[in-house]
C-alpha cells in the first residue's frame, strides 16, 4: 500500500513564523500536490510537483511557497505565517501515469496564533 | 477547468444502495472522474474512477452518462462505516501538460441505522 506521511498532525505557531509542512511518500511517485481544506470551502489545491525541482502554482498559492529537492519529499512553507493560514494542510501523491488516483496523508492541523 | 457539482448532503439506510450523484457537465474528452471519500479527521480516500464505461470495484460502482456529463457512486449495501463525506473531482490538464486534480465541496452521506 501506498503511503503518505505528514510529518506532524497538529501543529500551533505563532503570527510570522517560519512554518514548514513535510509530506514523504514511499511508492516513487513523479507527482506530489498540496491541498488546504477549510469549511464549506472543500479541498483547494496550493502547489504541486512533477518531478524533482520541478512546482506549479495551484489555485491559492499566495503566501506559500515549496520545495522538492528529492523525489519523496515535498514541503510546503509559510514564509510569514498567518491567522488566516490555520486550516488543515493534505499532502497527496501520484503516478506521473494518465489515470493515476492520487493517494493522500492524513493531513496536518495548522493553528496559527 | 471542468467543475463538479453534488449534493451537500445525503441518509441512507443500512443495508440499502446508496447513490451519490455528482453533475460534470463542462468536463472535456480526456478528462477522468474520481471518487473519493473522508471520514472525520482522515485524509481522502480513493473509491474508483472512470472515463466513460461503468466501472466497478470491490468498494464501489460507477455509472458515467453517455455524454459523460454526470456520474453516479454507487455503494451497494451502506454500513455506517459508509457515513463520509464524498467527493467526486475530475482531474483536468494544465496549461503547462501536467494534470491538476479538481475537488468540489462533496456530499454529506449519512447511513442511518
Redesign the interface.
Known amino acids: 500500500d501506498v503511503k503518505v506521511t505528514q510529518s506532524s498532525r497538529y501543529l500551533v505557531k505563532r503570527t510570522g513564523e517560519k512554518v514548514f509542512l513535510e509530506c514523504v511518500q514511499d511508492m516513487d511517485h513523479e507527482n506530489m500536490f498540496w491541498y488546504r481544506q477549510d469549511p464549506g470551502l472543500g479541498l483547494r489545491l496550493i502547489y504541486f510537483s512533477y518531478d524533482v525541482k520541478m512546482k506549479e502554482k495551484g489555485d491559492i498559492p499566495e503566501g506559500y511557497s515549496v520545495s522538492r529537492e528529492k523525489k519523496e519529499r515535498f514541503s510546503l512553507i509559510l514564509e510569514s505565517a498567518s491567522t488566516n493560514q490555520t486550516s488543515m494542510y493534505l499532502c497527496a501523491s501520484s503516478l506521473g501515469s494518465y489515470n493515476s488516483p492520487l493517494h493522500f496523508g492524513n493531513g496536518t492541523r495548522l493553528t496559527v496564533t | 477547468d471542468a467543475k463538479t457539482t453534488q449534493p451537500p448532503s445525503m441518509d441512507c439506510a443500512e443495508g440499502r444502495a446508496a447513490n451519490l450523484p455528482c453533475n460534470h457537465s463542462t468536463i472535456s474528452g480526456n478528462e477522468?472522474v474520481?471518487w473519493?471519500r473522508q471520514i472525520h479527521?482522515?485524509?481522502?480516500?480513493?473509491i474508483i474512477?472512470g472515463?466513460k464505461n461503468n466501472e466497478t470495484n470491490e468498494m464501489a460502482s460507477l455509472i458515467i452518462t453517455e455524454d459523460r456529463k454526470s456520474s453516479t457512486l454507487i455503494l451497494p449495501h451502506a454500513t455506517l462505516r459508509d457515513t463520509a463525506v464524498y467527493?467526486c473531482i475530475v482531474?483536468a490538464v494544465?496549461t503547462?501538460g501536467?494534470?491538476?486534480?479538481?475537488?468540489?465541496?462533496?456530499t454529506r452521506l449519512k447511513v442511518l441505522a
Do not use: A, D
Not at chain 2, 41 to 46: N, V
Not at chain 2, 98 to 106: E, P, R
Open positions: 477522468y474520481y473519493y479527521s482522515q485524509g481522502p480516500q480513493y474512477h472515463l467527493y482531474r494544465t503547462s501536467t494534470y491538476k486534480y479538481i475537488f468540489g465541496t462533496g
